[in-house]
């Protein structure tokens, strides 16, 4: 039997109740999406901690379901189907999400926001993250930790790098990951042709080859075999691997490109300085990133224009949420000294919206509230001035 939250206690939906009104006051408009979705989005989209913990079921027609995991793919989904859909605009949300959580209550309140359509990139980032404090703040508390990453930074730092497409691709998707990046690039530099495989000839044949090749020769080798799949995986998925491994065969990560990311992931403290050692690193190595950097250090302006402390703001360059869909801005907020759950969470996902069908690339940014975290901390719900305009 699925373990169930329990109702809000009545110090919870005040809070909650303040919480969505700050939102609306902010111009984020109440959304309410079906607690049934379907499966694929979250499948194919989300990282490997919510794909696991799905509730999944069939309908008569065969297609796969799940209840809502969390909130951020139907808010998404819901506006792309609106006549708003590629216009700036703003939603909050409140209700349950459910996710296996191993002995935890598998069904938890989620709040939150989502900002589609803005182009003033580093300002929407930078009022994601006010609105988020505030939510904090709306609760009584007012001492959170803040933490901060970019995954647009390591992006452009790989794509600098200019390796091969194999390895462009594995190392910006181990990034999302719960593994340690800097031990995965360990084991792939060690990587070398001396181990035996069964498939050597096909490792051979596609040796130097790039990804439509090696999708034409598994396709032709499939089809002499009569098989349309192996143990689930479709033919993209074998040509990928077998590329993947011919070009580990091939040799190691090339140790220059190995202590750049080395130096790049060990960048952190606040984010001024941290500004100052990208550039330094960038010059030194000659590496092509400053557009990345640039858009990084006007997010910070206006972080500070919006009155947060950047002095007290951690950034780090290997800081990542372990979702895939996230391009950009990533952020947590923890109760300092007792920070391993987030009490807020949230970031920018720029690609998203073309991959749930979105017709040309749509910006969107947005943070989740854990209502239910916030509410054991036992502080006491703050109103907020009803006389404060938008932001």
């Given at each position: ?5 329990a109702p809000?206690a ?6 909650a109740?303040?919480l969505?009104?700050s939102f609306?006051q902010?111009?984020?408009a109440?959304?309410e ?6 499966a694929e989005p979250f ?7 919510i794909?696991?913990?799905l ?9 796969e379901l799940c209840l809502?995991?969390d ?16 216009q ?8 349950p999400?459910?996710?296996y ?12 926001i989502?900002?589609?359509g803005?182009?003033?990139s ?6 994601m993250?006010a609105?988020?404090?505030e ?7 007012t001492?959170?930790e ?7 930074l390591y ?5 600098a790098?200019?390796l091969?497409?194999v390895?462009r ?6 990034f ?5 990046l800097?031990q995965d690039?360990?084991r792939?530099?060690?990587a070398?042709?001396?181990s035996?495989n069964?498939?050597?000839?096909v490792?051979a044949?596609?040796a ?7 999708l034409?020769?598994?396709t032709?080798?499939?089809?002499i075999a ?8 479709s033919?993209?998925?074998i040509?990928d691997r077998?590329l993947?491994?011919s070009?580990l ?5 090339p ?6 990311i ?22 030194d ?9 640039d ?5 910070v302006g206006?972080?500070a224009?919006r009155g947060?402390d950047?002095?007290?703001t951690r950034?780090s360059t290997s ?7 996230y391009?950009g801005f990533?952020?947590e907020?923890?109760?300092r000294?007792?920070?391993?759950e987030?009490?807020?969470a949230g970031?920018?996902?720029d ?6 069908g979105?017709?040309?690339p ?13 509410t ?9 001035d ?5 932001s």
């Amino acid at each position: 039997m699925m373990p169930t939250a329990a109702p809000l206690a009545t110090g919870s939906a005040r809070w909650a109740d303040a919480l969505l009104q700050s939102f609306a006051q902010a111009g984020y408009a109440r959304a309410e999406p079906a607690i049934l979705q379907p499966a694929e989005p979250f499948l194919d989209l989300s990282g490997e901690d919510i794909r696991k913990s799905l509730y999944l079921t069939t309908d008569a027609g065969g297609e796969e379901l799940c209840l809502r995991p969390d909130l951020t793919i139907p808010v998404a989904r819901d506006y792309l189907t609106s006549g708003r859909a590629g216009q700036p605009a703003g939603f909050s949300y409140l209700g349950p999400v459910f996710r296996y959580r191993g002995g935890r209550p598998s069904e938890f309140l989620q709040a939150g926001i989502e900002s589609f359509g803005r182009h003033d990139s580093a300002a929407a980032d930078a009022e994601m993250l006010a609105l988020a404090i505030e939510a904090t703040a709306a609760f009584g508390l007012t001492d959170v930790e803040i933490r901060t990453g970019d995954v647009a930074l390591y992006t452009a730092l790989i794509d600098a790098l200019d390796l091969y497409p194999v390895w462009r691709r594995r190392l910006i998707k181990d990034f999302n990951r719960k593994i340690s990046l800097k031990q995965d690039l360990e084991r792939l530099t060690l990587a070398t042709g001396s181990s035996r495989n069964e498939y050597e000839g096909v490792l051979a044949a596609l040796a130097g080859s790039d990804r439509k090749a090696a999708l034409a020769l598994v396709t032709d080798l499939m089809s002499i075999a009569g098989a349309t799949n192996v143990g689930g995986r479709s033919v993209a998925e074998i040509a990928d691997r077998f590329l993947e491994q011919s070009t580990l065969k091939g040799g190691a990560l090339p140790r220059d490109a190995l202590d750049l990311i080395k130096r790049f992931l060990a960048i952190a403290g606040d984010p001024d300085e941290a500004i100052v050692r990208l550039r330094a690193l960038a010059n030194d190595a000659k590496l092509d990133i400053a557009a990345a950097i640039d858009q990084f250090e006007s997010r910070v302006g206006f972080m500070a224009a919006r009155g947060i402390d950047i002095s007290s703001t951690r950034f780090s360059t290997s800081f990542g949420r372990g979702l895939d869909y996230y391009t950009g801005f990533e952020f947590e907020l923890h109760r300092r000294g007792d920070g391993f759950e987030p009490l807020v969470a949230g970031g920018r996902y720029d690609g998203l919206m073309t991959q749930l069908g979105a017709r040309s690339p749509i910006p969107a940014v947005g943070f989740s509230v854990w209502v239910e975290t916030l509410t054991e901390l036992g502080c006491q719900p703050v109103a907020r001035d009803s006389s404060e305009g938008q932001s």
